[in-house]
Nanobody, 115 residues
Framework: QVQLVESGGGLVQPGESLRLSCTAS????????MAWYRQVPGAQRELVAG???????NYIDAVKGRFTISRDNAKNTVYLQMNSLKPDDTAVYYC?????????WGQGTRVTVSA
């Protein structure tokens, strides 16, 4: 059974940093392209950053240069380092497959950026 457990969110001020973690189980993590998504109330979930199984990564324009996605296949974990956070980054963040997300999402981790 696929499980995705996100952690690391919190309340921070604009300009500060957070590091999110997502530990996965129930599938061969090293063979799967992974991604971080985020969702705000009333909006669709959006892909923020993706990382292929070979380590190649991609980002939406809104976070380029500020966020870094990485993975540790030995720990079945994908990370999202978020620097220079802005109020617009406030959302619940989730990890999932980059292609055809697994239908059962984790609980997510809430990030709130506010002065």
């Amino acid at each position: 059974q696929v499980q995705l457990v996100e952690s690391g969110g919190g309340l921070v001020q604009p300009g500060e940093s957070l590091r999110l973690s997502c530990t996965a189980s129930g599938f061969t993590f090293s063979g799967v392209h992974m991604a971080w998504y985020r969702q705000v109330p009333g909006a669709q979930r959006e892909l923020v950053a993706g990382i292929r199984n070979d380590g190649d990564s991609n980002y939406i324009d809104a976070v380029k240069g500020r966020f870094t996605i990485s993975r540790d296949n030995a720990k079945n974990t994908v990370y999202l380092q978020m620097n220079s956070l802005k109020p617009d980054d406030t959302a619940v963040y989730y990890c999932n497959y980059m292609m055809l997300p697994y239908p059962q999402w984790g609980q997510g981790t809430r990030v709130t950026v506010s002065a």
